[in-house]
């Protein structure tokens, strides 16, 4: 457990910016950071976060952090199921049903939104392709 509490207050300072102890991390819990797992989701956003995050959890902490390449349905399932990985850098909640029962149950906790401004998840195609064929966008 302090694991994930140590990896969910380092995560939550590389989202939101600051330093890990406004978030509530001690030296003494640093120093027992030990080993963390992580999603690196199959997308370019999550795996700068993924990135970032590892990044300040080894320099900053000293913690074994472990990528685990993963995407949004098999992360939950996974969570649902033994617990692992630690920390989920960047979820479509869109995507999959079990994400609110998760929450709900406590197996997961949000601690914000990597995409402060929003993200759109959505098929695109150029312009000049939606005018040729007007089907395509519906």
């Known amino acids: 457990m302090k694991k994930y509490l140590l990896g969910a207050?380092?995560?939550a300072a590389t989202v939101f910016g600051g330093t890990p102890a406004q978030f509530g991390v001690t030296s003494v819990q640093a120093a027992e950071c030990g080993k963390v797992s992580i999603t690196e989701m199959d997308w370019a956003s999550s795996a700068v976060v993924?990135?970032?995050a590892k990044f300040l959890m080894e320099q900053g902490?000293?913690?074994e952090v472990?990528?685990?390449p993963s995407s949004t349905v098999p992360a939950l399932t996974s969570l649902a199921e033994t617990g692992e990985p630690d920390i989920l850098t960047e979820v479509w909640a869109n995507s999959t049903?079990?994400?609110e029962p998760l929450l709900k149950d406590g197996k997961l906790v949000e601690l914000g939104h990597v995409l402060s401004d929003g993200g759109v998840e959505a098929w695109w195609i150029p312009a000049y392709l939606a005018e040729s064929n007007p089907e395509l966008t519906t």
Do not use: I
């Open 9 to 11: 207050a380092v995560a």
């Open 50 to 52: 993924t990135a970032v």
């Open 61 to 63: 902490y000293g913690c």
């Open 66 to 68: 472990q990528k685990v």
């Open 97 to 99: 049903p079990a994400y």
